[in-house]
T-cell receptor, first 115, second 106 residues
């Protein structure tokens, strides 16, 4: 899982600012998943993307959150007008293809703190 | 979605002891993974084990897909094994259990 790179590792934002979280998948992986982990809780699915496509965003809050995975460059999770409740660890995972029988690898996460 | 339940929720072990963690899931799956989240928050892949048994050093895992459960065995536990162990099953996305928090004391 060392191949999935997330940055920054830690991010502090004031209420109302924007947060941009980046995820570079493992080489050869074209599928990216974003998960959120609130303190003392498990990981909750947010969004699943393939290059230039959002496949499933059923876990994304309806407002302020967006995600993209452009043809070139990392996947971006964007949170506008952050609030204290957005403070969490955000993980991304990548896999090589759309299939249930492939192993996914997670990045080290971005810990967002909203002050 | 799939329900994933892990037990026990918390576990305290003396260094050198063995333990078994359990993961039950509510639907048939073709993909199950075990992860260790260390005290620094990093998620480490332990096993990709949709069925059968695998071993890696002091850790081993068994998944009985037809009965919808998986077990993670930790033998001769060490303080570095402390952290939270998650199982996750994949259908249309990964569904995570709530984890087992393991503390190994010297």
């Amino acid at each position: 899982n060392a191949g999935v790179m997330q940055n920054p590792r830690h991010l502090v934002r004031r209420r109302g600012q924007e947060a941009r979280l980046r995820c570079s998948p493992m080489k050869g992986h074209s599928h990216v998943y974003w998960y959120r982990q609130l303190p003392e809780e498990g990981l909750k699915f947010m969004v699943y993307l393939q290059k230039e496509n959002i496949i499933d965003e059923s876990g994304m809050p309806k407002e302020r959150f967006s995600a993209e995975f452009p043809k070139e460059g990392p996947s971006i999770l964007r949170i506008q007008q952050v609030v204290r409740g957005d403070s969490a660890a955000y993980f991304c995972a990548s896999s090589p293809r759309l299939s249930a029988d492939t192993e996914a690898f997670f990045g080290q996460g971005t810990r967002l703190t909203v002050v | 979605g799939i329900q994933v339940e892990q037990s026990p929720p918390d576990l305290i072990l003396q260094e050198g002891a063995n333990s078994t963690l359990r993961c039950n899931f509510s639907d048939s799956v073709n993909n199950l993974q075990w992860f260790h989240q260390n005290p620094w928050g990093q998620l480490i892949n332990l096993f990709y084990i949709p069925s059968g048994t695998k071993q890696n050093g002091r850790l081993s895992a068994t998944t009985v897909a037809t009965e919808r459960y998986s077990l993670l065995y930790i033998s001769s536990s060490q303080t570095t094994d402390s952290g939270v162990y998650f199982c996750a099953v994949f259908l249309d996305q990964f569904y995570f259990g709530t984890g087992t928090s393991l503390t190994v004391i010297p």
